[in-house]
C-alpha cells in the first residue's frame, strides 16, 4: 500500500496553512511528521483523513484519491485526532460498537473485532467505564482502537502521545511498532521529537506550510549539518586536552561536562576523523570521541528557523 501526496495547498483566506507539500510513504513505515505549532501538520493529516478538502492538489492511497472519492479513502484510513471528543453518556464497548456498526460489521464478525482491538489496546477491563471519566492516556488508546475497528491499511496519527505519562508512551511506542510489523503505514506527528526518533523510519520536516528536509535521520543529518558535536574522553592529561582543541581551527567551540570535553567541529565527518587521528598522535589516550546529535530533535532544530504563518 502506497501513499502519495501530491502538490498539496490549502488557503484558509489569506493565509496559506499548507503550501505546495509532496512526499510518500508505504506499508510497514512509520513515517515522523515533525513541525513547530502552526506549521500545516494537522491541516494535512486532516486533509489526508478526508476532512478537509484541499485548495489544490491530491493524496492518494494507491490508486484511491481522498479528493475524488473520499468515501472509498475512508475506509483505508484510520484517524487518530490530537484528543478525543468528550462523551459524558456513551460508555468506551459502546462507542466502539457504533463505529463498527458505522463501518458495516455485524453479528458475530462485529463482537469478534471489538473483542480483538479492545484487547490489543488493553482496554478489555474498562469496557463499560464512561468515556468521559478515562484519564489521558486511556483516551489516547480508546481513539487508536476506534482508528484499527475496520483494519485499515493506512494510520495517520496526530500527536498521540502529548499528555501521556511516560508509562503510557512505552506502551503506544510498543503498539506502533506492532502495528508497523503488520503491514500499517502509519503517518504520526508528535512534539516528542526524542521518542519519535526512535519509531521512525523516515521523517518529513515543515516549516510555515514547506517541506524543508525530508528523509532518514542520518540523510537528513548529512546534508544539512555542517557542524557536528562530539564528546571526548580521555584517560590522561585532560586538561592538555582541551587546550589544545581551543587552537584547532576547525574546532568552533569548547565546553567542559565533568569528565568529558564537547567539541564542535566545522566540517565533514572525515574532519572529525582527523581530528581523532591526530590527538591520538600526540599521545592522548582517548576512550570517548561519541557524536552527538544524530536524533530527530538535534536534526528538527538544526534545519528549522522558528518561524511561524
Request: charged share 25%; net charge negative; with cysteine.
Amino acid at each position: 500500500m502506497q501513499v502519495n501526496i501530491t502538490h498539496l495547498r490549502k488557503d484558509f483566506g489569506a493565509t496559506r496553512a499548507v503550501d505546495d507539500i509532496s512526499f510518500s510513504f508505504s506499508s510497514g513505515q512509520i513515517i515522523g511528521f515533525v513541525g513547530s505549532n502552526g506549521a500545516g501538520k494537522t491541516t494535512t493529516m486532516r486533509i489526508l483523513a478526508t476532512l478537509d478538502e484541499p485548495t489544490s492538489g491530491d493524496a492518494k492511497i494507491d490508486d484511491v484519491s481522498v479528493v475524488e472519492v473520499p468515501e472509498q479513502a475512508r475506509r483505508l484510513i484510520g484517524y487518530v485526532p490530537d484528543a478525543l471528543p468528550m462523551h459524558r453518556d456513551i460508555s468506551v464497548h459502546e462507542y466502539l460498537d457504533f463505529f463498527a456498526r458505522a463501518y458495516g460489521l455485524m453479528g458475530t464478525q462485529r463482537r469478534q473485532v471489538l473483542e480483538s482491538i479492545e484487547g490489543f489496546t488493553n482496554l478489555t477491563g474498562i469496557q463499560e467505564k464512561n468515556l468521559y471519566a478515562l484519564s489521558k492516556g486511556m483516551k489516547q488508546r480508546v481513539s487508536l482502537a476506534r482508528a484499527l475497528v475496520h483494519d485499515p491499511p493506512v494510520l495517520v496519527m496526530d500527536e498521540p502521545a502529548a499528555g501521556l505519562d511516560p508509562r503510557a508512551r512505552v506502551e503506544l511506542r510498543e503498539l506502533l511498532r506492532v502495528l508497523s510489523s503488520q503491514g500499517k503505514a502509519i503517518l504520526i506527528s508528535s512534539h516528542l521529537l526524542t521518542e519519535l526518533s526512535e519509531i521512525c523510519d523516515r521523517a518529513v520536516i515543515i516549516e510555515q506550510g514547506r517541506i524543508i528536509t525530508a528523509g532518514t535521520l542520518q540523510e537528513i543529518a548529512k546534508s544539512d549539518i555542517e557542524q557536528h558535536t562530539v564528546l571526548i574522553r580521555s584517560l590522561n592529561r585532560q586538561d592538555d586536552l582541551y587546550k589544545s582543541l581551543l587552537l584547532i581551527a576547525n574546532v568552533a567551540a569548547v565546553n567542559r561536562l565533568g569528565n568529558e570535553i564537547e567539541a564542535k567541529i566545522s566540517g565533514s565527518e572525515e574532519t572529525c576523523s582527523d581530528l581523532l587521528e591526530n590527538l591520538i598522535r600526540d599521545g592522548y589516550r582517548i576512550v570517548e570521541f561519541k557524536q552527538q546529535g544524530g536524533d530527530l530533535e538535534s536534526v528538527f532544530m538544526n534545519v528549522t528557523k522558528g518561524e511561524v504563518q
